[in-house]
């Protein structure tokens, strides 16, 4: 019986207890939670701002009607304008060049309006050729100019000696076989004023006919001079020495000089030339 009283009287005491409490932990049930103020709503259809706050507009700057980029310096801003449109923009100066002294003027008009200001394109002048006096080699057959002065070629014709005199030849060296009958050839060019030299060339006395070829191409008071032979075989080997003795020459050159002179290898005097020309070169 005692014990039935002491079970209801801690019941009730604790529902006291759980009734009367206000710990946090009774704050989890949704039904206990306290609910944040809120003010009552005004009953007046006027809205008052609340103390202490500014009531006057905030000013507002006006719009920039100006260049976004102020001037420099003082009076910047009152003398600076805006660029000039395209429109008003000048059109560019034409300079055309100045017309050519006594010639028709190149500036731009409608009947070369297609050709562009400057005209047409100008045709290069060219020289008109040197024309050759009619019968300059007349009768002189393989004439070929050596140097300043200086001629060769083969016998010339009746023809050939009066080429010579008209062309202000002094000379005539002729270069010809041992024994041969050279009074025609002397005859006919000092008719014609020339002054005739014969010299004997052959291999076995080609260095006598060098030394005298030597000083009558080279003697000024004879120039100018023209050399010649019946075939072109003396007047090559000699003209090659010539260049090798008295111009200094190396063999290629000396070769390339005097092969349109008649130098060639091809027949018995030509290689007998050529032996007695070795032969001499050995020796000097």
Not at 17 to 22: D, E, L, M, R, V
Request: charged share 20%; net charge positive; aromatic share 6%.
């Amino acid at each position: 019986m005692i014990r039935r009283r002491l079970i209801l009287a801690t019941a009730a005491s604790g529902l006291l207890f759980t009734a009367s409490c206000k710990h946090k932990c009774c704050l989890n049930d949704p039904q206990n939670r306290p609910s944040p103020f809120r003010p009552q709503a005004p009953n007046s259809p006027f809205l008052l701002p609340p103390a202490n706050v500014p009531t006057a507009p905030v000013p507002v700057a006006p719009p920039v009607t100006g260049p976004i980029v102020p001037g420099v310096g003082p009076g910047a801003s009152q003398n600076f304008s805006s660029p000039p449109s395209q429109s008003s923009k000048p059109a560019p100066e034409v300079l055309l060049p100045d017309p050519i002294p006594g010639g028709a003027s190149r500036s731009f008009s409608p009947s070369n309006s297609g050709q562009g200001l400057l005209g047409g394109p100008t045709q290069p002048k060219t020289e008109p050729p040197v024309a050759r006096p009619a019968g300059a080699t007349t009768g002189l057959p393989g004439f070929v100019k050596v140097e300043n002065g200086t001629a060769s070629g083969r016998k010339p014709t009746l023809d050939g000696f009066d080429t010579l005199k008209r062309g202000g030849y002094r000379t005539v060296v002729y270069l010809h076989p041992a024994g041969a009958d050279v009074s025609a050839a002397r005859d006919v060019a000092e008719a014609r004023g020339l002054t005739f030299l014969a010299i004997e060339a052959t291999p076995e006395k080609l260095a006598e006919s060098l030394t005298a070829f030597n000083a009558a191409v080279g003697d000024r008071a004879n120039r100018p001079v023209y050399t010649f032979d019946d075939d072109g075989v003396r007047t090559g080997a000699l003209w090659y020495l010539h260049f090798r003795t008295v111009d200094a020459m190396n063999d290629d050159a000396a070769r390339v000089r005097a092969r349109p002179l008649g130098l060639t290898s091809e027949g018995d005097e030509a290689k007998a030339f050529n032996l007695a020309i070795q032969r001499h070169l050995e020796t000097r």
